[in-house]
């Protein structure tokens, strides 16, 4: 299956700290989906994108639909110690059947 | 309130043992979904369904097992063929919609091997 790309893989920054991580794929892309994973749960919808330049709002979470359509961006505004978690980008197949998941940024936020 | 329930939680299995994984949604929804999640990795789709009595392989479907005999219920059979089975195993479903139905997940079953 195809792999999303993205970065960073981890990162550790100081709680009120803005965050940014984006999430890139080979082919185009008609659906894009952010997710948050807490430890030992399940992957939890943050927003979708269904737009080529797009931009979504959920509360501090932004997320575009890059004009390409192969990328997207996720950007948290003053992170809290909530925010930890991995952070997960998905696309569907060209047939809708699957859903391709990215590698996973892993944010640590110290208060 | 509707959503995906997995179960159990944490299983356990010997060498040579079949183990079944739960998934079960109240949600009308017509697709399901099994993943597999190692540490620090992403998720790997292993099988799916679109409608009752039909499923198809992912890109891991070696060593497991599926059906889906009821539009509620996609239960996972990890078999003794599957020589490394220690992962998190994460059920999703959604609606089917082209690709724009967004899927919801189950809260996993951690599998470890005794």
């Known amino acids: 299956g195809q792999q999303l790309n993205q970065s960073p893989q981890s990162m550790f920054i100081q709680e009120g700290e803005d965050v940014s991580m984006n999430c890139t794929s080979s082919s185009i892309f008609n659906t894009w989906l952010w997710y948050k994973q807490d430890p030992g749960e399940g992957p939890v919808l943050l927003i979708a994108l269904y737009k080529a330049g797009e931009l979504t709002s959920n509360g501090r979470l932004t997320a575009q639909f890059g004009i390409t359509r192969k990328d997207s961006f996720l950007n948290i505004s003053a992170s809290i110690p909530s925010d930890v978690g991995i952070y997960f980008c998905a696309g569907p197949s060209n047939t809708g059947n699957q859903f391709y998941f990215g590698t996973g940024t892993s944010l640590t936020v110290i208060p | 309130d509707g959503g995906i329930t997995q179960s159990p939680k944490y299983l356990f299995r010997k060498e040579g043992q079949n183990v079944t994984l739960s998934c079960e949604q109240n949600l009308n929804h017509d697709a399901m979904y099994w993943y597999r999640q190692d540490p620090g990795q992403g998720l790997r789709l292993i099988y799916y369904?679109?409608?009752?009595?039909?499923?198809q392989k992912g890109d891991i479907a070696e060593g497991y097992s599926v059906s889906r005999e009821k539009k509620e219920s996609f239960p996972l059979t990890v078999t003794s063929a599957q020589k490394n089975p220690t992962a998190f195993y994460l059920c999703a479903s959604t609606r089917l919609g082209g690709g724009n139905q967004p899927q919801h997940f189950g809260d996993g079953t951690r599998l470890s091997i005794l």
């Open positions: 369904s679109q409608i009752v009595n039909d499923f």
